[in-house]
């Protein structure tokens, strides 16, 4: 997390990509339903609102079509970006957690030193989950901020987060993370080369990229006990595949001498 944290070519390139996920495209999107209001588009965005479900409809403030969509939009279809941003940072670090410590000669050093398998392995998940969870809580401020800017004039006054968005950061997110890097993190140390790796774990984010996506709007559309049970199966498959992930560590990974496939 050191080496990380002092590599600018680390942070620039996740600060560009936070910025982009959760400013520029929502101040992008929000905006432009913003200037529909009063357009012949206002008329097909009223036919959208109508055709959402009564659970999500009911939460809609005022009757202005433009303002609804722009409500809709901000708390429940730009849900994604709160998963998508954090996955794609920490699964890059897993990735290589493993494979690169060969790569830089650093994994005899790490092999050797007196520190269990168990204890590298959830080093390793430790520094890949708190650059992901830490740039989404960053993000997830300024996505507040740019949703109360631009859509809480039209409805009444600042909104976000709602109770769902804050459910969905402090309860899901975390395990969805740790599930992905678990995985990933096997990945890492089964792999001959880091480009390996990434291309790997790219097989093993767009599926839980999918399944997060449901549970996000879930979660969001209806907090409540559904969402704290979501959070508790998140977080029990976590831990039963760290554990796993865990016990599978071995120091020949490190060096590079591992035999199985």
């Given at each position: ?13 996740l600060m560009m990509l ?9 101040l ?12 012949a588009?206002?008329q ?6 109508d055709?959402?479900p ?9 009757d202005?079509?433009?303002a609804?969509a722009a ?14 941003v954090?996955?794609?940072i ?17 994994g005899e050093?790490?092999a ?6 168990k ?11 708190v650059p ?8 997830f ?10 859509v ?5 006054g ?18 969805v993370?740790?599930i992905?890097i678990?995985l990933?993190l ?7 080369s ?15 990229i ?15 006990p ?14 039963f ?12 990974r ?8």
């Amino acid at each position: 997390m050191r080496r990380l944290f002092k590599s600018k070519d680390y942070w620039i390139p996740l600060m560009m990509l936070a910025t982009l996920f959760f400013v520029f495209m929502p101040l992008l999107a929000l905006s432009v339903i913003g200037m529909l209001a009063n357009t012949a588009m206002a008329q097909q965005l009223a036919g959208i609102v109508d055709s959402i479900p009564v659970d999500v409809s009911r939460s809609l403030p005022v009757d202005d079509p433009a303002a609804q969509a722009a409500y809709l939009i901000a708390v429940y279809m730009l849900a994604p970006i709160a998963i998508i941003v954090p996955l794609t940072i920490s699964v890059a670090v897993a990735s290589n957690a493993i494979v690169g410590e060969r790569e830089r000669g650093t994994g005899e050093f790490l092999a050797h030193s007196p520190l269990t398998m168990k204890e590298i392995y959830f080093g390793k998940l430790l520094a890949s989950l708190v650059p992901g969870y830490l740039i989404t809580i960053v993000g997830f401020s300024l996505y507040s901020l740019v949703v109360n800017l631009t859509v809480g004039p039209k409805v009444g006054g600042w909104f976000f987060p709602t109770s769902g968005w804050i459910l969905l950061i402090i309860l899901v997110i975390p395990p969805v993370i740790a599930i992905a890097i678990a995985l990933v993190l096997r990945m890492s140390a089964r792999m001959r080369s880091a480009a390996a790796a990434q291309q790997a774990s790219s097989l093993v984010s767009l599926p839980i990229i999918i399944v997060s996506y449901a549970l996000t709007v879930r979660v969001i559309s209806a907090p409540g006990p559904s969402a704290f049970l979501i959070g508790a199966i998140a977080w029990a498959i976590a831990l039963f595949l760290a554990m796993r992930g865990a016990g599978k560590m071995k120091r020949e990974r490190l060096l590079g001498v591992a035999t199985e496939t």
